[in-house]
């Protein structure tokens, strides 16, 4: 009797989260017809409308396959892809991680040190990066508060080693679910290596190659394939921008995921952007040379957003709910780049998953390599010789700036002010606190 009024109060429960999707969904609807691409988006979402409510019936019978079993019989609440159920029952072993930073904070290296963990690792590179594009063209002018809930859900689905949310947005969209255009592909070694890699004819090689070997277009149905047989998975992402956005993930019984915060001294990051997005940060350059900056200007104000929702995040992770506990770490650019093997080791610990020799090679090659920089995105660095580089780049003026609207952040992750520029470009003068974060 008791299991019946259980069963009530989980389809009740199921119901609510449904409805709450739809509504969601068709905000998100609203927004999008009055954007561009009109032929795709309508379409686009409809679809994804879909796979969300599937995936709630999944979690439904997720819940329902953890009550004994009774008279009833449930297994009619989807029609489709009932070997996901299955899946529940070894999914403890796996491992999800995901690494969620900002750019120009040294994600792409810290990516590395998992991507590099070796053949029970399935990871992603900036997935999001798709849906950012078909969504929000102008990144600069995303501010990061809109759809949290579409990025979740695809983290969620490709956690799950479910492609199809993200393919959505792949443009041109993906051929049977084939794709020459998934974004830095070549960053994945899991994509790159058989058989997710089929070799291709010649003339295609320059377009799909991946860093050790040539590889045809992507066929997302072997990719999937990988994924499910790796027991972790890792996603990096700089598009993320609020903790609490993810708590669902959190609670989802499939997953077992641990969030790594990486953040850095907003003055090296803007110091940093300047460099790397030179267009787009050309007002900041002009401000440099002018030597004054107004401050109530929309740049600024975007910078002030961005370093509030870096605080807020981690001021939640810090704070541990229960739904975080155990599950959220912050680690500073900085001091990964001081010791990097180190920071590895505890990354690796907090997550559970074993440092493989693999990982610890490359960190070595990497970290003591002479070699400069040989992109924008390059990881090939000397990282503890990059770390303070900023200092010398950025005008004293801008970074008063930052210091200005980003102290309660630089306060919270222990980043010193200077108060004037002999300081700034004085190495002598460490501007990191020694601190824990616990
Ligand atoms: C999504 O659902 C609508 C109706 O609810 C249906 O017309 C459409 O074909 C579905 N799309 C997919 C991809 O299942
Ligand atoms: C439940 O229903 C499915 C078909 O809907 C059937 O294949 C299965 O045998 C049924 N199980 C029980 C225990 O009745
Ligand atoms: C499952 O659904 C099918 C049709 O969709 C129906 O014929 C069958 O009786 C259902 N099974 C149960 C156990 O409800
Ligand atoms: C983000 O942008 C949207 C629309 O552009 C706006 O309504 C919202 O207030 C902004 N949020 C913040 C925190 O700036
Ligand atoms: C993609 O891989 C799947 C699984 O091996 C295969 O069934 C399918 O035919 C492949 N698709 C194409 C277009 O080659
Ligand atoms: C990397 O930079 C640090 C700090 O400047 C220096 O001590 C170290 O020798 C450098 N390592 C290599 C391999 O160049
Ligand atoms: C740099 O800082 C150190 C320590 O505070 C100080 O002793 C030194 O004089 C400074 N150098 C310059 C050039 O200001």
């Known amino acids: 009797m008791k299991s ?22 068709s905000r998100v609807s609203d927004k999008l017809s009055q954007m561009h691409n009109p ?46 159920v299955d899946n529940v029952g070894n999914s403890l072993d796996h491992k999800h991680v995901l690494l969620m930073a900002s750019t120009r904070t040294g994600s792409s290296f810290v990516g590395e040190f998992f991507n590099q963990h070796g053949e029970s690792m399935f990871y992603l590179f900036e997935p999001l990066w798709h849906v950012e594009r078909m969504l929000f063209p102008d990144v600069e002018a995303n501010n990061g508060t809109l759809l949290p809930e579409i990025y979740r859900d695809i983290i969620q689905a490709l956690f799950l080693c479910d492609f199809s949310p993200l393919e959505k947005f792949i443009s041109p969209p993906p051929q049977d679910h084939v794709t020459p255009d998934l974004f830095r592909r070549e960053s994945s070694m899991a994509l790159c290596e ?28 072997l990719a999937s394939e990988s994924c499910l047989s790796k027991q972790y ?23 077992d995921v641990r969030i790594i915060q990486l953040v850095r001294d907003p003055r090296a990051i803007l110091a940093s952007r300047m460099v790397a997005f030179s267009s787009k940060y050309q007002t900041w350059k002009t401000w440099a040379q002018d030597g004054q900056v107004p401050e109530d200007n929309e740049e600024v104000k975007r910078l002030k957003g961005n370093c509030d929702q870096l605080r807020i995040s981690a001021e939640m992770g810090l704070s541990q709910p229960p739904w975080l506990r ?15 093997m180190q920071k590895a080791e505890e990354m690796y610990k907090f997550t559970g998953i074993p440092f493989s020799s693999q990982a610890r090679e490359w960190i070595l090659r990497n970290t003591q390599s002479v070699q400069e920089a040989s992109g924008i995105y ?39 002010y200077v108060d004037d520029e002999k300081t700034l470009v004085n190495k002598s003068v460490s501007l990191l606190e020694e601190k824990q974060f616990h």
């Open 378 to 416: 390059s990881t090939q660095k000397n990282s503890s010789e990059q770390a303070d580089k900023w200092r010398f780049s950025i005008p004293f003026t801008l970074a008063q700036v930052v210091q200005k609207v980003c102290g309660p952040t630089m306060k919270l992750f222990g980043y010193k």
């Open 4 to 25: 019946k009024y259980a069963i009530l109060f989980i389809c009740v429960v199921a119901l609510v989260i449904i409805e709450k999707e739809s509504s969601i969904l």
């Open 233 to 255: 998975r890792a996603i990096k992402t700089v598009r993320v921008r609020l903790l609490e956005t993810l708590q669902p993930l959190l609670e989802d019984l499939r997953l």
């Open 194 to 221: 058989e058989p997710v890699c089929t070799p291709e004819i010649k003339e295609v090689f320059e377009r799909y190659h991946c860093k050790t070997r040539h590889c045809g277009p992507l066929n997302l149905t």
């Open 326 to 340: 155990r599950r959220y770490m912050l680690v500073r650019y900085e001091d990964i780049a001081r010791n990097p």
């Open 39 to 84: 032929h795709q988006t309508p379409e686009t979402l409809q679809d994804y409308s879909n796979t969300t409510a599937r995936s709630s019936f999944t979690v439904l019978k997720v819940l329902l396959s953890k009550l004994p079993s009774t008279k009833g019989n449930f297994s009619n609440f989807s029609e489709e892809q009932p070997e996901e």
